[in-house]
Protein backbone atom coordinates (compact mmCIF):
# COMPACT_ATOMS: atom_id res chain seq x y z
CA UNK A 1 0.00 0.00 0.00
CA UNK A 2 1.60 3.38 -1.32
CA UNK A 3 0.98 6.75 0.36
CA UNK A 4 0.93 9.68 -1.34
CA UNK A 5 3.43 13.11 0.10
CA UNK A 6 1.17 15.47 1.33
CA UNK A 7 2.25 19.48 0.40
CA UNK A 8 4.69 19.66 3.19
CA UNK A 9 6.63 16.30 2.76
CA UNK A 10 4.93 14.36 4.91
CA UNK A 11 3.00 11.26 4.76
CA UNK A 12 -0.91 11.29 5.83
CA UNK A 13 -2.30 9.25 8.47
CA UNK A 14 -3.03 5.53 8.00
CA UNK A 15 -6.54 5.05 7.84
CA UNK A 16 -8.67 3.29 10.31
CA UNK A 17 -8.24 -0.23 10.71
CA UNK A 18 -12.05 -2.09 10.93
CA UNK A 19 -11.96 -4.49 13.86
CA UNK A 20 -14.93 -6.77 15.58
CA UNK A 21 -13.34 -6.35 19.08
CA UNK A 22 -15.36 -5.09 21.43
CA UNK A 23 -14.32 -1.98 23.67
CA UNK A 24 -14.34 -3.24 27.20
CA UNK A 25 -16.35 -0.37 27.95
CA UNK A 26 -19.18 -2.00 25.23
CA UNK A 27 -20.08 -0.63 22.51
CA UNK A 28 -20.67 2.93 22.12
CA UNK A 29 -24.60 4.28 21.52
CA UNK A 30 -25.35 7.61 19.93
CA UNK A 31 -27.41 9.96 22.05
CA UNK A 32 -30.43 10.23 20.89
CA UNK A 33 -33.31 13.06 22.31
CA UNK A 34 -36.73 11.63 23.08
CA UNK A 35 -37.76 14.51 23.79
CA UNK A 36 -41.78 14.03 25.79
CA UNK A 37 -42.24 11.03 23.99
CA UNK A 38 -43.22 7.73 26.05
CA UNK A 39 -41.01 5.29 25.57
CA UNK A 40 -41.74 1.46 23.71
CA UNK A 41 -42.95 0.06 26.72
CA UNK A 42 -45.44 2.09 28.22
CA UNK A 43 -46.39 2.69 24.68
CA UNK A 44 -46.61 -0.78 24.13
CA UNK A 45 -48.53 -0.86 27.74
CA UNK A 46 -50.80 1.42 26.79
CA UNK A 47 -51.66 -0.57 23.35
CA UNK A 48 -53.35 -3.69 25.94
CA UNK A 49 -54.91 -1.22 28.07
CA UNK A 50 -56.71 0.06 24.87
CA UNK A 51 -57.47 -3.17 23.68
CA UNK A 52 -60.04 -3.99 26.82
CA UNK A 53 -62.73 -1.79 25.40
CA UNK A 54 -64.64 -2.67 28.17
CA UNK A 55 -61.95 -0.79 30.74
CA UNK A 56 -60.65 1.90 28.22
CA UNK A 57 -64.46 3.07 27.88
CA UNK A 58 -65.38 2.90 31.08
CA UNK A 59 -62.29 4.92 31.77
CA UNK A 60 -63.78 7.31 29.63
CA UNK A 61 -67.21 6.97 30.82
CA UNK A 62 -66.12 7.92 34.60
CA UNK A 63 -63.81 11.02 33.52
CA UNK A 64 -66.96 12.65 31.67
CA UNK A 65 -69.12 11.90 34.68
CA UNK A 66 -66.38 13.37 36.84
CA UNK A 67 -65.55 16.04 34.55
CA UNK A 68 -69.32 16.98 34.60
CA UNK A 69 -69.94 16.75 38.12
CA UNK A 70 -66.95 19.36 38.78
CA UNK A 71 -69.27 21.63 38.01
CA UNK A 72 -72.24 20.59 39.88
CA UNK A 73 -73.14 24.56 40.59
CA UNK A 74 -73.67 25.53 36.92
CA UNK A 75 -76.07 22.41 36.43
CA UNK A 76 -77.69 22.37 39.38
CA UNK A 77 -78.15 25.20 41.18
CA UNK A 78 -81.02 27.46 43.02
CA UNK A 79 -79.04 30.65 41.67
CA UNK A 80 -79.10 31.41 38.71
CA UNK A 81 -75.89 32.11 37.02
CA UNK A 82 -76.48 35.16 34.83
CA UNK A 83 -79.30 38.34 35.48
CA UNK A 84 -79.63 41.46 33.31
CA UNK A 85 -80.45 43.95 35.14
CA UNK A 86 -81.08 47.61 35.53
CA UNK A 87 -78.32 47.75 32.40
CA UNK A 88 -75.79 45.77 34.45
CA UNK A 89 -74.71 42.13 35.00
CA UNK A 90 -74.36 39.99 37.80
CA UNK A 91 -73.61 36.24 38.27
CA UNK A 92 -75.17 35.04 41.52
CA UNK A 93 -73.23 31.45 41.03
CA UNK A 94 -70.28 32.98 41.76
CA UNK A 95 -71.16 35.99 44.35
CA UNK A 96 -73.38 36.70 46.55
CA UNK A 97 -75.91 40.10 46.07
CA UNK A 98 -78.60 41.01 48.48
CA UNK A 99 -82.23 41.77 47.88
CA UNK A 100 -81.63 45.65 47.44
CA UNK A 101 -79.10 44.97 44.93
CA UNK A 102 -82.58 44.22 42.82
CA UNK A 103 -85.16 46.72 44.19
CA UNK A 104 -85.89 44.73 47.77
CA UNK A 105 -86.34 45.78 50.92
CA UNK A 106 -83.88 43.60 52.70
CA UNK A 107 -80.10 43.47 53.16
CA UNK A 108 -80.03 40.00 53.44
CA UNK A 109 -78.83 37.39 50.51
CA UNK A 110 -81.57 37.29 47.50
CA UNK A 111 -83.26 34.57 47.29
CA UNK A 112 -83.91 34.14 43.53
CA UNK A 113 -86.45 31.55 43.94
CA UNK A 114 -89.07 33.93 45.29
CA UNK A 115 -91.78 35.09 42.81
CA UNK A 116 -91.86 38.69 45.03
CA UNK A 117 -87.78 39.04 43.54
CA UNK A 118 -88.30 37.70 40.23
CA UNK A 119 -91.25 39.97 39.39
CA UNK A 120 -88.98 42.97 40.10
CA UNK A 121 -86.59 41.92 37.96
CA UNK A 122 -88.93 41.26 35.11
CA UNK A 123 -90.44 44.58 35.95
CA UNK A 124 -87.57 46.29 34.61
CA UNK A 125 -87.28 44.24 31.37
CA UNK A 126 -84.54 42.27 33.13
CA UNK A 127 -83.33 38.58 32.38
CA UNK A 128 -82.83 35.32 34.48
CA UNK A 129 -80.82 32.76 32.92
CA UNK A 130 -81.05 29.85 35.26
CA UNK A 131 -78.89 26.13 35.55
CA UNK A 132 -80.44 23.49 34.22
CA UNK A 133 -81.52 22.12 37.43
CA UNK A 134 -83.03 25.21 39.61
CA UNK A 135 -82.31 23.31 42.88
CA UNK A 136 -78.84 23.04 44.77
CA UNK A 137 -77.86 20.19 47.43
CA UNK A 138 -79.96 22.01 50.05
CA UNK A 139 -82.73 23.19 48.56
CA UNK A 140 -86.12 22.75 50.16
CA UNK A 141 -89.00 22.76 47.59
CA UNK A 142 -91.80 24.16 49.56
CA UNK A 143 -94.66 23.64 46.61
CA UNK A 144 -94.48 19.77 45.40
CA UNK A 145 -97.80 18.29 44.59
CA UNK A 146 -97.54 15.66 46.72
CA UNK A 147 -96.25 15.68 50.11
CA UNK A 148 -92.32 14.72 50.56
CA UNK A 149 -90.33 12.51 49.73
CA UNK A 150 -92.58 13.31 46.10
CA UNK A 151 -92.16 11.09 43.45
CA UNK A 152 -90.89 12.35 39.67
CA UNK A 153 -92.62 15.40 38.09
CA UNK A 154 -93.06 13.27 35.02
CA UNK A 155 -95.25 10.44 36.89
CA UNK A 156 -97.49 13.08 38.65
CA UNK A 157 -101.04 13.15 37.35
CA UNK A 158 -103.30 16.23 36.42
CA UNK A 159 -105.05 15.48 39.76
CA UNK A 160 -102.19 15.60 41.92
CA UNK A 161 -100.90 18.70 40.49
CA UNK A 162 -103.93 20.61 40.26
CA UNK A 163 -103.70 22.79 43.59
CA UNK A 164 -100.02 23.68 43.06
CA UNK A 165 -100.77 24.61 38.99
CA UNK A 166 -103.67 26.82 40.14
CA UNK A 167 -101.45 28.78 43.27
CA UNK A 168 -98.98 29.60 40.71
CA UNK A 169 -100.94 30.56 38.13
CA UNK A 170 -99.70 27.38 35.45
CA UNK A 171 -101.91 25.94 33.00
CA UNK A 172 -100.51 22.47 33.51
CA UNK A 173 -98.19 19.93 35.50
CA UNK A 174 -95.98 19.92 33.16
CA UNK A 175 -95.53 23.31 33.46
CA UNK A 176 -94.17 23.06 36.98
CA UNK A 177 -90.26 23.04 37.72
CA UNK A 178 -89.17 18.89 37.43
CA UNK A 179 -87.75 17.11 39.76
CA UNK A 180 -86.54 14.50 37.28
CA UNK A 181 -85.81 11.77 39.85
CA UNK A 182 -88.15 12.91 42.94
CA UNK A 183 -87.60 14.29 45.86
CA UNK A 184 -86.29 13.09 49.28
CA UNK A 185 -87.98 13.30 52.89
CA UNK A 186 -86.96 16.79 53.37
CA UNK A 187 -87.83 17.98 49.67
CA UNK A 188 -84.88 18.47 48.48
CA UNK A 189 -83.80 17.20 44.43
CA UNK A 190 -82.63 13.99 43.93
CA UNK A 191 -80.63 14.47 40.87
CA UNK A 192 -78.88 17.92 42.41
CA UNK A 193 -78.06 15.64 45.53
CA UNK A 194 -77.05 12.93 43.06
CA UNK A 195 -74.80 15.15 41.60
CA UNK A 196 -73.00 17.01 44.61
CA UNK A 197 -72.68 13.24 46.00
CA UNK A 198 -71.10 11.27 43.13
CA UNK A 199 -68.27 14.76 43.40
CA UNK A 200 -67.84 14.04 47.10
CA UNK A 201 -67.14 10.49 46.69
CA UNK A 202 -64.93 10.29 44.00
CA UNK A 203 -63.13 13.72 45.29
CA UNK A 204 -62.77 11.56 49.16
CA UNK A 205 -61.71 8.39 47.10
CA UNK A 206 -59.03 9.50 45.45
CA UNK A 207 -57.73 12.05 47.87
CA UNK A 208 -57.74 9.24 50.60
CA UNK A 209 -56.37 6.68 47.38
CA UNK A 210 -53.62 8.95 46.56
CA UNK A 211 -52.29 9.91 50.36
CA UNK A 212 -52.39 6.39 51.51
CA UNK A 213 -50.74 5.34 48.56
CA UNK A 214 -48.09 7.56 49.22
CA UNK A 215 -47.43 6.61 52.87
CA UNK A 216 -47.58 3.03 52.41
CA UNK A 217 -45.69 2.91 49.56
CA UNK A 218 -42.95 4.76 51.40
CA UNK A 219 -43.12 2.84 54.18
CA UNK A 220 -42.72 -0.68 52.41
CA UNK A 221 -40.06 1.02 50.16
CA UNK A 222 -37.89 1.72 53.69
CA UNK A 223 -38.71 -1.77 54.75
CA UNK A 224 -37.87 -3.60 51.74
CA UNK A 225 -34.22 -1.98 50.88
CA UNK A 226 -33.01 -1.52 54.54
CA UNK A 227 -34.53 -4.88 56.04
CA UNK A 228 -32.73 -5.94 59.06
CA UNK A 229 -34.41 -4.16 62.44
CA UNK A 230 -35.86 -1.81 60.49
CA UNK A 231 -37.96 -4.31 58.50
CA UNK A 232 -38.63 -6.73 62.00
CA UNK A 233 -39.92 -3.75 63.98
CA UNK A 234 -41.98 -2.05 60.71
CA UNK A 235 -43.67 -5.19 60.34
CA UNK A 236 -44.79 -5.68 64.43
CA UNK A 237 -45.99 -2.65 64.23
CA UNK A 238 -48.34 -3.57 61.36
CA UNK A 239 -49.15 -6.29 62.66
CA UNK A 240 -50.17 -4.43 66.02
CA UNK A 241 -51.84 -2.25 64.23
CA UNK A 242 -53.94 -4.30 62.05
CA UNK A 243 -55.22 -6.28 64.59
CA UNK A 244 -56.99 -3.38 65.95
CA UNK A 245 -60.78 -3.48 64.58
CA UNK A 246 -60.90 -0.65 62.43
CA UNK A 247 -64.35 -0.39 62.13
CA UNK A 248 -65.34 -0.29 65.93
CA UNK A 249 -62.68 2.40 66.04
CA UNK A 250 -64.29 4.74 62.98
CA UNK A 251 -67.33 3.72 64.90
CA UNK A 252 -66.00 5.49 68.06
CA UNK A 253 -64.09 8.03 66.52
CA UNK A 254 -66.96 9.51 64.15
CA UNK A 255 -69.09 9.85 67.22
CA UNK A 256 -66.93 11.57 69.62
CA UNK A 257 -65.42 13.79 66.62
CA UNK A 258 -67.55 16.41 64.69
CA UNK A 259 -67.94 15.24 61.34
CA UNK A 260 -66.47 16.41 58.29
CA UNK A 261 -64.63 16.44 55.22
CA UNK A 262 -61.06 16.30 56.90
CA UNK A 263 -61.70 14.54 59.85
CA UNK A 264 -63.17 11.40 57.78
CA UNK A 265 -60.16 11.26 55.64
CA UNK A 266 -57.63 11.84 58.46
CA UNK A 267 -59.92 8.81 60.16
CA UNK A 268 -59.74 6.31 57.27
CA UNK A 269 -56.26 7.48 56.87
CA UNK A 270 -54.77 5.69 60.17
CA UNK A 271 -56.05 2.21 58.08
CA UNK A 272 -55.95 2.63 54.57
CA UNK A 273 -52.04 3.34 53.84
CA UNK A 274 -51.43 -0.32 55.00
CA UNK A 275 -52.94 -1.70 52.25
CA UNK A 276 -49.95 -1.65 49.72
CA UNK A 277 -47.45 -2.17 52.36
CA UNK A 278 -46.88 -5.43 52.06
CA UNK A 279 -47.04 -5.56 48.21
CA UNK A 280 -44.02 -2.69 47.92
CA UNK A 281 -41.77 -4.16 50.77
CA UNK A 282 -41.81 -7.20 48.64
CA UNK A 283 -40.87 -5.82 45.26
CA UNK A 284 -37.88 -3.51 46.98
CA UNK A 285 -36.71 -6.69 48.74
CA UNK A 286 -36.73 -8.37 46.00
CA UNK A 287 -35.05 -5.38 43.42
CA UNK A 288 -32.44 -4.89 45.83
CA UNK A 289 -30.09 -7.91 44.99
CA UNK A 290 -29.93 -7.11 41.39
CA UNK A 291 -26.94 -6.55 40.32
CA UNK A 292 -27.66 -3.11 38.67
CA UNK A 293 -28.39 -2.20 41.96
CA UNK A 294 -25.55 -3.49 43.86
CA UNK A 295 -23.43 -1.61 41.23
CA UNK A 296 -24.80 1.51 41.60
CA UNK A 297 -24.01 1.18 45.67
CA UNK A 298 -20.35 0.07 44.49
CA UNK A 299 -20.33 3.12 42.79
CA UNK A 300 -21.15 5.12 45.90
CA UNK A 301 -24.86 6.10 44.77
CA UNK A 302 -27.12 7.09 47.81
CA UNK A 303 -29.46 5.21 48.92
CA UNK A 304 -32.16 7.94 48.54
CA UNK A 305 -31.15 7.77 44.39
CA UNK A 306 -30.88 4.12 44.36
CA UNK A 307 -34.70 3.46 46.16
CA UNK A 308 -36.81 6.39 43.97
CA UNK A 309 -34.88 6.14 40.74
CA UNK A 310 -34.38 2.49 40.22
CA UNK A 311 -36.48 0.58 42.74
CA UNK A 312 -39.63 2.41 42.95
CA UNK A 313 -40.47 2.40 39.09
CA UNK A 314 -40.42 -1.75 39.37
CA UNK A 315 -42.60 -1.19 42.38
CA UNK A 316 -45.22 0.99 41.02
CA UNK A 317 -45.82 -1.57 38.21
CA UNK A 318 -47.41 -3.67 40.35
CA UNK A 319 -48.97 -0.88 42.58
CA UNK A 320 -50.85 0.76 39.71
CA UNK A 321 -53.02 -2.60 39.61
CA UNK A 322 -54.33 -1.82 42.89
CA UNK A 323 -55.17 2.01 42.67
CA UNK A 324 -58.37 1.24 40.73
CA UNK A 325 -59.47 -0.89 43.30
CA UNK A 326 -58.90 1.19 45.88
CA UNK A 327 -60.71 3.88 44.78
CA UNK A 328 -63.48 1.64 44.75
CA UNK A 329 -62.78 0.31 48.39
CA UNK A 330 -62.65 4.02 49.29
CA UNK A 331 -66.12 5.24 48.04
CA UNK A 332 -67.35 2.37 49.29
CA UNK A 333 -66.00 2.87 52.44
CA UNK A 334 -67.64 6.64 52.84
CA UNK A 335 -71.15 5.03 51.54
CA UNK A 336 -71.23 2.91 54.35
CA UNK A 337 -70.55 5.17 56.80
CA UNK A 338 -72.99 7.67 55.50
CA UNK A 339 -75.72 4.60 55.51
CA UNK A 340 -75.09 3.93 59.23
CA UNK A 341 -75.04 7.98 60.21
CA UNK A 342 -71.30 8.16 61.14
CA UNK A 343 -70.40 10.02 57.57
CA UNK A 344 -70.39 13.33 56.48
CA UNK A 345 -72.19 15.71 58.53
CA UNK A 346 -76.20 15.76 58.35
CA UNK A 347 -77.62 17.54 55.46
CA UNK A 348 -74.62 16.63 52.98
CA UNK A 349 -75.49 15.49 49.56
CA UNK A 350 -73.95 11.66 50.04
CA UNK A 351 -74.83 8.58 47.82
CA UNK A 352 -75.02 6.16 51.49
CA UNK A 353 -77.23 9.05 53.19
CA UNK A 354 -79.57 8.50 49.65
CA UNK A 355 -79.51 5.35 50.11
CA UNK A 356 -80.33 5.55 54.16
CA UNK A 357 -83.36 7.74 52.73
CA UNK A 358 -84.29 4.80 50.12
CA UNK A 359 -84.83 2.08 53.02
CA UNK A 360 -86.37 4.68 55.53
CA UNK A 361 -88.87 5.38 52.96
CA UNK A 362 -89.64 1.97 50.81
CA UNK A 363 -93.13 3.77 49.86
CA UNK A 364 -90.91 5.92 47.63
CA UNK A 365 -88.81 3.47 45.48
CA UNK A 366 -87.25 5.97 43.18
CA UNK A 367 -85.00 6.68 46.12
CA UNK A 368 -83.86 3.56 46.76
CA UNK A 369 -83.49 2.61 42.66
CA UNK A 370 -81.47 5.97 42.65
CA UNK A 371 -78.84 5.04 45.14
CA UNK A 372 -78.41 1.98 44.03
CA UNK A 373 -77.69 2.18 40.66
CA UNK A 374 -75.46 5.65 41.64
CA UNK A 375 -73.09 3.26 43.65
CA UNK A 376 -73.32 0.10 41.16
CA UNK A 377 -72.41 2.16 37.54
CA UNK A 378 -69.30 3.89 39.80
CA UNK A 379 -68.16 1.09 41.37
CA UNK A 380 -68.71 -1.09 37.74
CA UNK A 381 -66.79 1.41 35.99
CA UNK A 382 -63.87 1.55 38.45
CA UNK A 383 -63.74 -2.43 38.64
CA UNK A 384 -63.27 -2.37 34.94
CA UNK A 385 -60.74 0.45 34.68
CA UNK A 386 -58.99 -1.83 37.44
CA UNK A 387 -59.13 -4.90 34.81
CA UNK A 388 -57.75 -3.31 31.98
CA UNK A 389 -54.82 -1.50 34.31
CA UNK A 390 -54.23 -4.81 35.33
CA UNK A 391 -54.27 -6.52 31.57
CA UNK A 392 -52.04 -3.19 30.74
CA UNK A 393 -49.21 -4.17 33.42
CA UNK A 394 -49.29 -8.04 32.51
CA UNK A 395 -45.72 -9.23 31.55
CA UNK A 396 -47.19 -11.46 29.40
CA UNK A 397 -48.88 -9.32 27.07
CA UNK A 398 -46.40 -6.41 27.71
CA UNK A 399 -43.12 -8.29 26.30
CA UNK A 400 -44.79 -10.82 23.95
Known sequence: MTYELQKDGTAPPPPPVETTTQSPLGAAVPATNHGLGISPLNRRRWQNFKSNRRG???????????????????????????????????????????????????????????????????????????????????????????????????????????????????????????????????????VARLIYGFRISVLFGLSLTIISSVIGVAAGGVQGYFGGWIDLTFQRVIEVWTAIPSLYLLLILSSVLVPGFFVLLGILLLFSWVSLVGLVRAEFLRGRNFEYIQAARALGVSNAVIMF???????????????????????????????LGFGLPPGSPSLGELLSQGKANVQAPWLGFTGFFAVAIMLSLLIFVGEAVRDAFDPRKTFR
Open 309 to 339: RHLLPNAMVATMTFLPFIVSSSVMTLTALDF
Open 56 to 190: FWSLWIFLLLFFVSLFAELIANDRPFFIRFDGHLYWPAFVSYSETTFGGDFETAADYRDPYLQKLIAAKGGTIIWPLIRYSFDTHNLDLPTPAPSPPTWMLTEAQCKEVVERKGLKSCRDLEYNWLGTDDQGRDV
